[in-house]
Nanobody, 123 residues
């Protein structure tokens, strides 16, 4: 019954930065593991990052490690994805997701999904 609403993405030049946010409804936001996934045209949805319930643990895919930062503010029921040093290959629709299982990089382990937001990186 959790609803996830993502902020608007945007058009960014190569090397630029952008922050995405995802606001969740409900009273139990802190009980969910939160993740970010992305899907480029013609490709499968891929894992980007996740953050534990307390925010103490984070994990990133190799393709974004060192460039992206995930964070959460449980008081605001919001998870963020800060994207730095963006590359054209980062162009995709980005989805936030909430899971009730142990931290996982598998999309199938997430129950609730945001509507998706387009991020385009121009060269």
């Amino acid at each position: 019954q959790v609803q996830l609403v993502e902020s608007r993405g945007g058009l960014v030049q190569t090397g630029g930065s952008l922050r995405l946010s995802c606001a969740a409804s409900g009273r139990t936001f802190s009980t969910y593991v939160m993740g970010w996934f992305r899907q480029a045209p013609g490709k499968e949805r891929e894992f980007v990052s996740l953050i534990s319930r307390s925010g103490a643990y984070t994990y990133y895919s190799d393709s974004v490690k060192g460039r992206f930062t995930i964070s959460r503010d449980n008081a605001k029921n919001t998870v963020y994805l800060r994207m730095n040093s963006l590359k054209p290959e980062d162009t995709a629709v980005y989805y936030c997701a909430a899971g009730i299982t142990t931290s996982s990089a598998r999309a199938e382990d997430y129950t609730y999904w945001g509507q998706g937001t387009q991020v385009t990186v121009s060269s």
